[in-house]
C-alpha cells in the first residue's frame, strides 16, 4: 500500500488547513486509516482515524476542530484543520494498517509540514 499525501502549511491561529491523501489500495482492504503528527523531540502520535470504514477516532486535542473523511470513489482520505492552535504545529502523517493472513501490516505517507504561528 502506498499513500501520497499533500496539503499543509502554514497558517495563523485560528485558522483552517486541510490535508489529503492517496491510497494506493482500496477501502475495504484496510483496518483503520488516518493521521499521525509528530513533533522533534516527541513520539508520533495519533490525530485521527477511519476504522474499517466506519468509525472514527480522535485525539482529544483535535475533538471538536479536525474531521476526517475519505472519497470511496478517488481512494482518497481527507483531513480537515479547522481552529487550529499552534500547538498543532507538527509534521502530519498519512497512515493506513491492515491484517493480512494472520499478519499486521502498517503503511505511511510522506511527511508534510503543518505550521501554526499565534
Known amino acids: 500500500v502506498q499513500l501520497q499525501a499533500s496539503g499543509g502549511g502554514s497558517v495563523q491561529a485560528g485558522g483552517s488547513l486541510s490535508l489529503s491523501c492517496g491510497v494506493s489500495?482500496?477501502?475495504?482492504?484496510?483496518?483503520?486509516l488516518g493521521w499521525y503528527r509528530q513533533v522533534p523531540g516527541k513520539s508520533r502520535e495519533l490525530v485521527g482515524e477511519?476504522?474499517?470504514?466506519?468509525?472514527?477516532n480522535y485525539a482529544d486535542s483535535v475533538k471538536g476542530r479536525f474531521t476526517i473523511s475519505r472519497d470511496n470513489a478517488e481512494n482518497r482520505v481527507y483531513l480537515q484543520m479547522n481552529s487550529l492552535k499552534p500547538e498543532d504545529t507538527a509534521v502530519y502523517y498519512c497512515?493506513?494498517?491492515?491484517?493480512?493472513?494472520?499478519?499486521?501490516?502498517?503503511?505511511w505517507g510522506q511527511g508534510t509540514q503543518v505550521t501554526v504561528s499565534s
Open positions: 477511519i476504522i474499517r470504514g466506519a468509525s472514527t
Open positions: 489500495a482500496t477501502f475495504h482492504s484496510l483496518n483503520a
Open positions: 497512515h493506513a494498517d491492515q491484517w493480512w493472513l494472520g499478519y499486521y501490516y502498517e503503511f
